[in-house]
C-alpha cells in the first residue's frame, strides 16, 4: 500500500514532524508486522529520525548549515540552491523503519522529520507500506 502526504515547510531550513501523520497511515492499514518506507522524491530535502527538542532541532540546523558555509557551488550559478542539494544527499531522501505489533518500531524520542532545505515549499511525502 503506497499513501502521501503533502507537508508545508514555512522556512528555507526547517525540520517538520511528521511522525504521527505517518503512526496514522500505519494504524489504517491495520499492519501487525512489515516495514514502513518514508521518501521524499525531492533532490533538496530530506529524512531524519531525531528527537523533537527544540533546542536539538536548532542543533541540527546550525549544523547543517555550517556544513556548507563559505563554500562556492558551481550549481548557484544556475540555481542558487547548491547546498539544498548536497545535504539532501548526505542526509538520504528515505528511512525504513520496522512495523512491530502494529506499531511503528522506533525508539522513545525517535520522530520523524521532513528536513527542508530549499523552503518554504509545498513537499510530498511518499509512504508505502510492506506487509510481512
Known sequence: MTKSLTVFSSARYQLVDITSQIEKIV???????GICLVF??????AVILT???????NDWLRVLQKQVEGLNFKH????????SHI????????KTIPIENGRLSRGT??????VELDGPREREVIIKIIKE
Open 27 to 33: 494504524t489504517e492499514t491495520k499492519t501487525e508486522e
Open 40 to 45: 521524499v522524491p525531492h533532490s533538496t530535502a
Open 51 to 57: 528527537e523533537n527538542e527544540e533546542g536539538l532541532k
Open 76 to 83: 548557484n550559478q544556475i540555481d542558487d540552491n547548491a547546498d
Open 87 to 94: 545535504l539532501a544527499g548526505i542526509l538520504g531522501q528515505g
Open 109 to 114: 524520542w525517535q520522530q520523524i522529520f521532513l
